[in-house]
């Protein structure tokens, strides 16, 4: 592999998204408002390389098969261990942890059809809806992240956080509906 392509700015973004998972999980081990803020910090950073790797990747034609691989194993991991931090320390808990469920179960379902499909060589476009799921989903996450600490700040911020969630969850049904049924015809074997 091309030294200049492990190395180009899209790629890079990409990684430090990745070492953006273990330091957010890390601020969940440290006691205090300081922390909350800190992993907030870092989850709207990495959020934001989300969109900027990709963008700069197609804007100076440095896209390669190793950011198309680690993209959304990077967007996963942040959503995923996020999510997990946050029921394991009681953010979210109850009857939203079927919200976080449903969110993890359909990011393993579409990476499995994904997967399965590049190997038929069908690609299965990004629609418009999945981004804006997407994006309710980081702003329901980022509100939970900072909950308590953002409470002080903002009453509501965790209500907010949790009506998000289910909102991207139910966006999230719905667009992973939307890529199963266009995977289905390949899945069905005659």
């Given at each position: 592999?091309k030294?200049?392509v492990?190395f180009s700015?899209?790629?890079?973004?990409?990684?430090?998204r990745?070492?953006?998972?273990p330091?957010?999980?890390?601020c969940?081990y440290?006691?205090?408002d300081?922390?909350r803020w800190?992993?907030?910090?870092i989850?709207?950073?990495?959020?934001?390389?989300?969109?900027?790797?990709g963008?700069?990747?197609?804007a100076?034609?440095?896209?390669?098969?190793?950011?198309?691989m680690?993209?959304?194993i990077?967007d996963?991991l942040l959503?995923?261990v996020?999510?997990?931090m946050?029921?394991?320390?009681?953010?979210?808990?109850?009857?939203?942890?079927?919200a976080?469920?449903i969110?993890?179960c359909?990011e393993?379902?579409?990476?499995g059809?994904?997967?399965?499909?590049?190997?038929?060589?069908?690609?299965?476009p990004?629609?418009q809806?999945?981004?804006?799921?997407?994006?309710?989903?980081?702003?329901?996450?980022?509100?939970?992240?900072?909950?308590?600490a953002?409470?002080?700040?903002l009453?509501g911020t965790?209500?907010?956080?949790?009506?998000?969630?289910?909102?991207?969850?139910?966006?999230?049904l719905?667009?992973g509906?939307?890529?199963?049924?266009?995977g289905i015809?390949?899945?069905?074997?005659?």
């Amino acid at each position: 592999m091309k030294r200049n392509v492990v190395f180009s700015l899209p790629n890079i973004l990409t990684y430090g998204r990745i070492v953006a998972v273990p330091a957010v999980a890390g601020c969940f081990y440290f006691e205090g408002d300081t922390p909350r803020w800190v992993a907030l910090a870092i989850f709207i950073v990495a959020a934001i390389t989300d969109f900027f790797d990709g963008y700069l990747a197609r804007a100076w034609q440095q896209q390669s098969a190793l950011g198309r691989m680690l993209d959304p194993i990077a967007d996963k991991l942040l959503v995923s261990v996020s999510l997990l931090m946050l029921a394991a320390i009681g953010t979210i808990g109850g009857w939203s942890l079927v919200a976080a469920i449903i969110i993890l179960c359909r990011e393993i379902l579409v990476s499995g059809l994904r997967e399965f499909l590049a190997e038929l060589r069908v690609s299965v476009p990004v629609t418009q809806l999945a981004k804006w799921k997407t994006t309710v989903q980081l702003v329901a996450i980022a509100l939970l992240l900072v909950g308590p600490a953002g409470e002080a700040v903002l009453p509501g911020t965790v209500m907010a956080g949790l009506i998000a969630l289910w909102l991207a969850a139910v966006l999230t049904l719905y667009t992973g509906y939307d890529y199963f049924r266009a995977g289905i015809g390949h899945l069905i074997e005659d």
